[in-house]
T-cell receptor
Framework: NAGVTQTPKFQVLKTGQSMTLQCAQD?????MYWYRQDPGMGLRLIYY???????DKGEVPNGYNVSRLNKREFSLRLESAAPSQTSVYFC????????????FGPGTRLTVT | QQQVKQSPQSLIVQKGGISIINCAYENTAFDYFPWYQQFPGKGPALLIAIRPDVSEKKEGRFTISFNKSAKQFSLHIMDSQPGDSATYFCAAEDSNYQLIWGAGTKLIIKP
């Protein structure tokens, strides 16, 4: 039981490049989330998916797109990376109706130069 | 934007002491108030959570105290140990099943 897995662990991009962050969970959770974490700002929700086939914007969605490929997988895409997107990105999942109990992946540290 | 305000930003406590982290919120429609613990290089992990109809919840050395009228809740870590050194986040679950997060407190326990 791996929980929530994320790939890659580290990534360096040049401004304007694109990339997709992958996330998968094996806990049969319906809800999945993408956050970014910046120093002194806690976690900010980028997008979430309440169930397979649905996605909704969070607090900071600009510059990102998501795909809920199936119940297990939720990917985050940066179409044209900007230095302001340098951050640590976390994927999380939870059972429906229990958002307070989220399970997090190990994170992806992204640097945009 | 609803807010959860967390203090202090950083905290140094001697081993064996009590660590106290405070949070205040603005919205009365929150359903759960969890605390998460994060070690360097790892994702946050749920530590303990409380419902708004309960004033206190204890799990081992960790206690949440909740004051509904003051819209405040706090985490107490009794007999703090060096292994408790981590960043702690408070949060609140809103009616859309999203978490509103505090900014975090970096806790250092000195041996």
């Amino acid at each position: 039981n791996a929980g929530v897995t994320q790939t890659p662990k580290f990534q360096v991009l040049k401004t304007g490049q694109s990339m997709t962050l992958q996330c998968a969970q094996d806990m049969n959770h319906n809800s999945m989330y993408w956050y970014r974490q910046d120093p002194g700002m806690g976690l900010r929700l980028i997008y979430y998916s309440a169930s397979e086939g649905t996605t909704d914007k969070g607090e900071v969605p600009n510059g990102y797109n998501v795909s809920r490929l199936n119940k297990r997988e939720f990917s985050l895409r940066l179409e044209s990376a900007a230095p302001s997107q340098t951050s640590v990105y976390f994927c999380a999942s939870s059972l429906t109706g229990t958002a307070y109990e989220q399970y997090f992946g190990p994170g992806t540290r992204l640097t945009v130069t | 934007q609803q807010q959860v305000k967390q203090s202090p930003q950083s905290l140094i406590v001697q081993k064996g002491g009590i660590s106290i982290i405070n949070c205040a919120y603005e919205n009365t429609a929150f359903d759960y108030f969890p605390w998460y613990q994060q070690f360097p290089g790892k994702g946050p992990a749920l530590l303990i959570a409380i419902r708004p109809d309960v004033s206190e919840k204890k799990e081992g050395r960790f206690t949440i105290s909740f004051n509904k009228s003051a819209k405040q809740f706090s985490l107490h870590i009794m007999d703090s140990q060096p292994g408790d050194s981590a960043t702690y986040f408070c949060a609140a679950e809103d009616s859309n099943y999203q978490l509103i997060w505090g900014a975090g407190t970096k806790l250092i326990i000195k041996p």
